[in-house]
Structure formats: C-alpha cells, structure tokens
C-alpha cells in the first residue's frame, strides 16, 4: 500500500489500483477467515480427485463452477459480517443477527448444493 492510498474513500483512479484493491481483498479474506481457507482446501482437493478421475471438460468446469460459488458466497458472507459489525460497533440486534444468520445461510447453502453436485459427478464415475 502506498502512502497516498491509505486513506482513500474517493474511486479508485485506474483499473490497475481497481484490481489492486481487489487482490489485497482477496489477500484479507484468505488470511482472517478461516472458513475460506478449509473451503479452498476442499476445492483443492476435490481438483486433485479430479485429476485422478479424468474429469471430461463439461465436468470440470461443473466442479470449478461450484467451488468457486462457495469460495465468492464465504466472501460475501464476510463482507456482511464486516459491515454489520461496523454498523453494531460490538453491541447485540436482533437485526444484526439477522443479516448475519442470513449470509452464512447463504454459504451453507452453496456448500450443500455443491456438494450434491459434487457427489452426482463423481459418484457417475464410480458406479
Ligand atoms: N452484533 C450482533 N448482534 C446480534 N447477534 C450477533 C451479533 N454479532 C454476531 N451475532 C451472532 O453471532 C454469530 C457469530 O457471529 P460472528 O461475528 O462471530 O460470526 P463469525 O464467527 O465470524 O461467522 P463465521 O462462522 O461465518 O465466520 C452470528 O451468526 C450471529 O448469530
């Protein structure tokens, strides 16, 4: 981060500093959410047995896809957390609770469908 950006709240002034915003999102998330890190651990491994079961194109982008809706539904899921904590400043609502029940709602149900996918997928290869 360089001096002049650190307290930034007008737009981003190039799509270079666009993207560095985002990359160092993505750098935050993977360091302080320790969800993120064992989804992403799980979709590595489900690409290694994707590896060893030859997936056909159409299959792996089917299983990209997937892991990838769960990685984006745990970001957003931080993000929710983050803003509602900004909003509570460490005090109880109901409302808060609410948004933040709803976000990881939100991830538990791409977790689920995913691994429903995950399980016709492969499972076709088994059997
Ligand atoms: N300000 C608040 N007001 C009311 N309930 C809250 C508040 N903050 C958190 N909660 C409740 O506590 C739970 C855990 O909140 P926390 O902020 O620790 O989420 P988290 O542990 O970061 O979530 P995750 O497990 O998805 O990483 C929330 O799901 C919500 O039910």
Redesign the pocket.
């Known amino acids: 981060m360089d001096s002049k950006d650190k307290r930034q709240i007008s737009k981003n002034h190039s799509y270079i500093q666009s993207f560095q915003h985002a990359l160092r999102g993505l750098v935050e998330v993977f360091k302080t959410?320790?969800?993120f890190r064992f989804h992403l651990l799980i979709g590595i491994f489900v690409m290694i047995l994707g590896i060893i079961f030859k997936l056909s194109v159409v299959e792996w982008a089917i299983i990209i896809g997937c892991i990838g809706a769960v990685l984006i539904a745990e970001i957003f899921?931080?993000v929710a957390?983050t803003l509602?904590?900004l909003a509570?400043e460490?005090?109880?609502?109901?409302?808060?609770?609410r948004a933040?029940?709803l976000?990881?709602g939100g991830?538990l149900t791409s977790g689920i469908i995913a691994a429903i996918i995950g399980l016709i997928v492969f499972g076709s290869k088994i059997i």
């Open positions: 959410e320790r969800n899921n931080t957390e509602v904590n509570c460490g005090k109880y609502h109901p409302l808060a609770k933040k029940d976000a990881a991830v």
